[in-house]
C-alpha cells in the first residue's frame, strides 16, 4: 500500500498565517504602548485636559490637572469607562483624587461600581440622594467597602488643584429638601484655568438652567444638560452664557433621539460649534490657561 505523501501548506497560505500573527501582534504593541506614549507626550506641557469619554448613552467625563491630578465626574452606563481610563492615564496609576457623581441615574453611575473596585479614590463629591434606581444600592455599598471618604456637594463649595478651581454651582440645600426629579438635583460644576471656563450640567433642565443663566458667567466650553434632550439647552440659557464650542455626550443611534433637533437648532442659532460623542468619539479639551483647543482625542478603543 503506497504511503500518503506528507500534506506541504503553500508558501501563500504560510504567507498569510505570518501575515495576520505579525498584524495581531503589532495591534497588541499598539494598545500596550499608546498610554504610555500618550502620556510622555502630555507631560510635556502642563495644561489642563479634559476627556468627554465616548461611552454610548451616558456621561462619563476625566479632569486632569497641569500636575497630574485627576477628577472623574461621573462613570458611564457600563464598564466602558474601565477601557478608557488606562489610555488617559499612566500604566500604572491607580488612583483618582476625586469622583463627582452629578445624580444617581444609572447611565451616569453604573461604571462607578466597577472603578471604585479597580482604583484608590481619595474622595467622593455627591448630594446624598439616592433615588429610586437599581444600581445606587451597588454603588453605595461599593463606595462603603472602599472606603473612600464621603464629601457632601452644594451650591456655593469651591475647591482648587494645582491651579484649577471647581465651583459648584448647584443644588442648593433648600432645593434638595423638595425636589423629587433627580434630573434636577445633578451637580452643575464650572472649571476654571486661567481665562478657560468648562460648564458641566449633568441632566440639570429647563428650571436649573434658569437659575445657572443668572450665576454661571460666560463660558468657553458647555457641556450640554440631559445629553441633548429638548428638556435642556434653552435659548435664554445660550444667550446669557455664550458658549464658543459645546460638548454633547450620547450614543450612537440611541432610543431617545439624542440630541434633540430643536437642540441643535438652538446651538446653530447661538453660533456654538458643536462636538458630539455619538459622530465624534472620545473628545480632548487642553488649556494652558490662555488658550484651549477641543479636538477628537483618538483613543484606540
Known amino acids: 500500500m503506497s504511503k500518503r505523501p506528507p500534506l506541504r501548506r503553500s508558501p501563500a497560505r ?8 505579525a498584524l495581531l501582534i503589532a495591534c497588541a504593541f499598539v494598545l500596550l504602548i499608546f498610554p504610555l506614549f500618550s502620556r510622555l507626550a502630555s507631560a510635556r506641557a ?9 461611552v454610548g448613552q ?12 485627576q477628577v472623574l465626574v461621573d462613570g458611564g452606563p457600563d464598564r466602558t469607562i474601565l477601557q478608557k481610563l488606562p489610555q488617559t492615564m499612566w500604566p500604572w496609576d ?6 463627582v457623581i452629578t445624580h444617581p441615574d444609572a447611565d451616569h453611575i453604573t461604571g462607578l461600581t466597577s472603578v471604585l473596585e479597580q482604583y484608590d479614590v ?27 471618604r464621603m464629601k457632601p456637594v ?24 423638595k425636589e423629587r426629579d433627580r434630573n434636577n438635583t445633578s451637580v452643575v460644576l464650572r472649571v476654571r484655568y486661567g481665562s478657560t471656563t468648562l460648564l458641566l450640567t449633568g441632566d440639570a433642565e429647563e428650571s436649573v438652567e434658569a437659575v445657572m443663566a443668572r450665576s454661571a458667567g460666560d463660558v468657553d466650553v458647555l457641556k450640554v444638560g440631559h445629553h441633548g ?27 431617545y433621539g439624542h440630541p434633540h433637533p430643536i437642540v441643535l437648532a438652538r446651538l446653530r442659532e447661538a453660533g456654538a460649534r458643536v462636538s458630539r460623542t455619538d459622530q465624534d468619539g472620545d473628545l480632548l479639551l487642553v488649556s494652558d490657561g490662555a488658550s484651549y483647543s477641543l479636538t477628537p482625542a483618538f483613543l484606540p478603543f
Open 58 to 69: 451616558g456621561d462619563a467625563t476625566l479632569i486632569e490637572t497641569p500636575l497630574g491630578r
Open 122 to 148: 481619595a474622595a467622593i463629591y455627591e448630594t446624598g440622594v439616592r433615588g429610586g434606581t437599581p444600581m445606587i444600592a451597588g454603588l453605595v455599598s461599593a463606595m462603603a467597602t472602599e472606603g473612600a
Open 229 to 255: 434632550s429638548r428638556t435642556s439647552t434653552t435659548a435664554k440659557f445660550l444667550q446669557a452664557v455664550t458658549p464658543e464650542e459645546v460638548v454633547i455626550s450620547a450614543g450612537e443611534d440611541n432610543r
Open 154 to 177: 452644594r451650591a456655593g463649595q469651591s475647591f482648587e488643584m494645582d491651579g484649577v478651581i471647581f465651583d459648584v454651582l448647584w443644588p442648593t440645600e433648600a432645593f434638595l429638601q
Open 94 to 99: 491607580r488612583t483618582l483624587d476625586a469622583v
Open 46 to 54: 502642563p495644561a489642563l485636559r479634559v476627556w468627554f469619554f465616548d
Open 14 to 21: 504560510r504567507g498569510q498565517r505570518i501575515a495576520s500573527h
